[in-house]
């Protein structure tokens, strides 16, 4: 089943996280995953969250794929870059839906 990772972020060290934008994708890829948006923060409409400036909407083709990347050990070294050069990081996965009406049932 496909899930999507939500990346939220600051900017830490730019130099470290410019070293991990130029090789993950291509590691994403391999993993199966795919970026599907990139954003940067304009502002806050509502909620309680503390903004970060930088949003990456990957989907995976499926938590096994996530964890794959997430998990090699050929790639501690990359996600160190990312470590690095981020702060405040918030990295959420939900679950594919073709509509809502899984999630309107439980109420």
């Known amino acids: 089943m496909t899930v999507y990772a939500l990346n939220l972020f600051d900017i ?3 130099d470290e996280y410019l070293a991990y934008s130029r090789r993950s994708p291509k590691e994403v890829a391999q ?19 503390e903004p970060r400036t930088v949003l ?3 989907e995976w083709d499926s938590k096994d794929a996530f964890d794959s990347y997430r998990n ?4 501690a070294d990359l996600h160190a870059h990312r470590e ?3 702060s405040s ?3 959420h996965l939900f679950d594919s839906l073709a509509d809502l009406r899984p999630l309107l049932k439980l109420v």
């Open 56 to 58: 990456i909407l990957v």
């Open 89 to 91: 990081y918030i990295w």
């Open 72 to 75: 090699d050990p050929d790639l």
């Open 84 to 86: 690095n050069g981020s």
């Open 12 to 14: 830490a060290d730019p």
């Open 31 to 49: 993993h199966g995953g795919r970026v599907v948006a990139l954003g940067q923060f304009r502002e806050s409409v509502t909620g309680d969250i």
